[in-house]
């Protein structure tokens, strides 16, 4: 891509982004959504294939409509309050209103249909980009409301963006849609506990970022796009593949991964609410998206795929420094006992 | 003085279901001239008189004009007026819709919305907005220079989406 566009492109995330999540009023959060909307656009079409521009497309149009439902929101807010302020949204209108369109912008269910072919036509970067640093300005969004919205609907969203992410990534071969799946039930994890604890989300986000990032980048750098792939990339580098497997079993939440941190604190928190029932819903979904978890971590570290024996040596190796994959691996695999330290945090 | 609002209100109305019927473009356009127009109407009747006009200006002196010109470059051989039928199911579609809407929900009862306030702020109503554009340029000028970026990087991407005559993403099918 034009290096001039990429630096246009990037500063404007950079920029929509910081202006979303610092903002008071309603119109400078919108404008900033828009920012990252309109800069990310070059980027997910960036290889013109047709696919990569429907993905585009079906971008453009589902965040357009939500930020319009956004505006919609705070100007009925503010026509029968009088002010704007993000924090004070109190018309039952305008909640219901922001709650779907920031399920919409999202991708929790029944909003989720862009998500994976949207992943799908992107490359493995802007993938990243589009899981980890679009979420972030809606869910701070969703966290200075989260008062004021329904706790029914909340809880709701939650469960079926469970179960949906868990049960349509059965059947997936394409690595980047496994992902999409897997960021929808991790969204439903997060908007679970939003009523109750705030801080919670705030810890699952961070921690499904760094997680997310880590698979994100590692078959990056070993070019996988499906799981055919992944089976027979064990030969370029053999560490990244047993790393990328414990950082998929740490996405699935299995202790002593750091993964275990947030479902744990979220259990926790939905039994001192007395929500036990949901609890134990939301962690019995959380085993469908294991299944892929595994079949992905098994696909990664299997030493004898079906192919006969010359392929098995690589001796063209093409073995990069990738300091930041390094870290934020060490991080997905060894922060769960840290979690004392984590929680004082919060 | 109601009454003309409410007529401004239903010409609206018409204007859009003009354009939302997908007519071919050239009948279109004359939808999106009368709901600009009656738009800028309602809003004068509102007290913001100045941004009617900036509306006026940059929707129809501007924007409308590059459309004119960029369909007038790609023309149709058959186009689609109000009298086909295709046109005509999509109008009632949209009657349909729009009325069941107010039917089922009712406007001010049921949203509580209320009515038209207007705060304070001198002997006539154009001083409002021209104040406001005022604040813009001076105590705002972070929202404004934000919102010129966000116009600019509009047409940044624009260009890099069109970018390649048959390498971007608009190739001739």
């Known amino acids: 891509m034009n290096p001039h566009a990429k630096l246009i492109c990037t500063v404007s995330l950079i920029m929509g982004t910081s202006i979303t999540i610092s903002s008071n009023h309603w119109i400078l959060a919108w404008t900033g959504l828009e920012i990252n909307t309109l800069a990310i656009i070059p980027l997910i079409s960036k290889s013109h294939h047709p696919r990569a521009i429907e993905a585009t497309i079906k971008y453009f149009l589902t965040q357009s409509t939500a930020s319009a439902l956004i505006l919609f929101s705070s100007m009925t807010n503010a026509w029968s309050t009088g002010q704007w302020d993000i924090t004070q949204l109190n018309h039952p209108t305008s909640c219901l209103m922001l709650t779907m369109a920031i399920a919409i912008k999202l991708g929790l269910v029944p909003f989720h249909f862009w998500f994976p072919e949207v992943l799908q036509g992107s490359s493995l970067i802007t993938a990243l980009l589009l899981s980890t640093l679009m979420k972030l300005p809606p869910i701070t969004l969703l966290l200075l409301t989260s008062q004021s919205l329904n706790t029914t609907l909340l809880t709701l969203l939650a469960i079926s963006s469970t179960l949906i992410g868990g049960w349509m990534g059965l059947n997936q071969t394409q690595t980047r849609k496994i992902l999409a799946f897997s960021s929808i039930s991790h969204l439903g994890w997060m908007i679970m506990i939003i009523s109750y604890n705030p801080q919670l989300t705030i810890l699952t986000f961070i921690l499904y970022t760094i997680m997310t990032s880590t698979v994100f980048l590692s078959l990056a750098q070993i070019k996988v796009l499906k799981l055919s792939t992944l089976l027979i990339s064990w030969t370029k580098t053999p560490m990244l593949n047993a790393t990328v497997m414990l950082t998929l079993l740490s996405l699935a939440g299995l202790p002593p991964l750091t993964g275990f941190m947030p479902k744990w604190l979220i259990i926790q928190e939905l039994t001192k609410q007395e929500m036990t029932p949901m609890a134990t819903i939301i962690t019995m979904l959380s085993l469908l998206s294991l299944f892929f978890y595994l079949r992905l971590a098994y696909h990664s570290t299997i030493t004898l795929p079906p192919n006969s024996s010359n392929h098995m040596k690589l001796w063209r190796t093409n073995k990069t420094l990738n300091t930041p994959t390094a870290i934020l691996t060490a991080l997905s695999t060894t922060l769960l006992p840290l979690s004392p330290l984590i929680i004082t945090m919060l | ?173």
Request: hydrophobic share 60%; glycine share 16%; proline share 2%.
């Open chain 2, 1 to 173: 003085m109601t009454y003309f609002v409410i007529f401004l209100g239903i010409c609206f109305m018409l204007g859009v279901l003009a354009v939302a019927s997908n007519p071919s473009p050239y009948y279109g356009v004359v939808g999106l001239v009368v709901a600009s127009v009656m738009g800028c109407g309602w809003l004068v009747s509102l007290g913001v008189s100045f941004v009617s006009l900036a509306l006026f200006l940059v929707y129809l002196g501007g924007m409308l004009v590059v459309f004119v010109y960029s369909v007038s470059l790609a023309a149709d051989p058959y186009p689609e007026a109000w009298g086909d039928w295709r046109v005509v199911g999509y109008g009632l579609g949209f009657v349909l819709v729009v009325w069941m809407g107010v039917v089922l929900g009712g406007l001010v009862d049921f949203w509580k919305v209320g009515v038209v306030t207007v705060d304070g702020g001198g002997v006539s109503f154009a001083r409002l907005d021209f104040s406001g554009v005022a604040v813009f340029y001076s105590c705002g000028v972070g929202l404004f220079l934000v919102a010129g970026w966000g116009l600019l990087l509009a047409l940044f991407v624009v260009l890099e989406l069109v970018r390649g005559l048959s390498r971007g993403a608009i190739r001739a099918v």
